[in-house]
């Protein structure tokens, strides 16, 4: 751990430190579980590759972190084989109020929901110790005091007998910033609901029982009802109110049995990533993809032999020489190594980390220049390469 007065002093001195091509390696962690490593050649630029591989026996699960943690931290908790970042969830520099659940959109854990997605997304869902991506519409059927309704996201513009308002949909603006370049700044306004103006409508929200259900604790005719204080919100008609929420399918997901979902980036299916939705979702800030711009990029898939691959191609922000990759480079690498017949981009940029543990011996890999930004009272940048910063889900191999 080291301290900087400013980013340009610990660019002069990172740089030179981690701007250096990996040599090959190749090991095996643990049964049915590999690592690889190696550097790409882009021309003028280059990328370190770190590629960790698995087929049964060893089992894969997505986490929910609810608070936050560090992938590495966890790792060393639990003593995980392999631990990496996962997917999006709520970050803001300058805010009064957070979500009471920060994975963005769609989060079940156990088999009970988080949070309910407002915009239909891919998730990367883990039943059994297997990974997959599945696309997750933002509809479904839910119950409002044992009377059975359509829901639809608020965010879709589908039509439903009701529409679900959660952490999805918060704005987050990045303005430029004199001494740390720039800050993620909260919407305030985007944390209520809209106002009801016709009289046939109430928002009803909601905060989650024990046994899964949810049990209302505001009703609100006029709107105006804070997402953020409650695990859900429901715009509802007035004759349909009711006191309890059980939500019974979202999407082609059914809620039965102990299994987790997090909502992440465009499936490697879909034809053109630059165009997904994504990039312009205001929840993950003014450029949430970068898609216009090499970053550090995180990526799991399936390849036709049934093996599934967390792959991470690092960079570092402002480097001339080991950028990271932009969203078209990311995607000829991955299909340049396998046939891929599944897949997606999960959360990148400064948040991806891959850390695994080689003869019993812990070691993080992915955004090794990350600075912890001065806290109240304090002065400087904190260097924490291997902490990184704490996710709201983590991938875990064992």
């Known amino acids: 751990m080291r301290r900087f007065d400013s980013l340009a002093e610990a660019a002069a001195h990172l740089g030179p430190l981690l701007d250096r091509p990996v040599p090959t390696s190749h090991a095996t962690l643990a049964p049915g579980i590999t690592f690889h490593a190696e550097s790409l050649s882009l021309g003028s630029t280059f990328t370190n590759s770190y590629t960790t591989s698995w087929h049964a026996p060893a089992r894969a699960e997505v986490l929910v972190t609810e608070p936050p943690v560090s992938a590495a931290d966890h790792a060393r908790r639990t003593g995980g084989v392999v631990t990496s970042t996962a997917g999006f969830f709520f970050l803001a520099d300058r805010c009064r109020h957070r979500p009471r659940t920060l994975s963005l959109n769609l989060a079940i854990r156990d088999g009970r929901v988080l949070s309910v997605p407002v915009a239909t997304r891919d998730a990367l869902v883990s039943r059994d110790g297997v990974l997959s991506v599945v696309e997750v519409e933002a509809r479904g059927e839910l119950s409002l005091s044992g009377r059975r309704l359509r829901w639809a996201g608020s965010k879709t513009g589908l039509d439903a007998d009701c529409f679900v308002y959660g952490n999805a949909n918060c704005v987050i603006h990045h303005r430029p910033d004199e001494r740390t370049g720039k800050v993620r700044v909260f919407q305030e306004e985007s944390r209520f609901t809209p106002a009801i103006t016709d009289g046939r409508w109430t928002d009803l929200g909601f905060h989650a029982a024990p046994d899964g259900h949810f ?21 509802c008609p007035r004759s349909a109110a009711g006191t309890r929420l059980d939500v019974h399918t979202i ?17 490697l299916a879909h034809p053109d990533p630059n165009t997904h939705p994504l990039n312009d979702d205001r929840s993950l800030g003014s450029y949430p993809l970068l898609r216009d711009r090499p970053s550090t990029r995180l990526v799991f898939y399936v390849t036709a032999d049934g093996a599934r691959h967390l792959r991470l191609f690092d960079g570092r922000p402002g480097s ?41 011996r812990l070691t993080t890999f992915g955004n090794r220049h990350y600075l912890r930004w001065p806290r109240p009272g304090e002065s400087g940048f904190t260097w924490t390469p291997d902490h990184g910063r704490p996710v709201a889900s983590l991938i875990a191999l064992r």
């Open 251 to 267: 999407g082609p997901l059914t809620l039965d049995g102990e299994w987790n979902a997090i909502s992440v980036g465009p499936s």
């Open 215 to 235: 049990e209302a604790v505001t009703r609100g005719d006029g709107g105006r009802v804070d997402v953020f204080g409650h695990d859900v919100v429901v715009r």
């Open 320 to 360: 001339g020489t080991f950028p990271g990759l932009t969203l078209d480079q990311t995607l000829a690498a991955v299909r340049a190594g396998g046939d891929v017949v599944s897949g997606c981009l999960l959360d990148s940029g400064n948040t991806s980390k891959l850390n695994v543990v080689r003869d019993g």
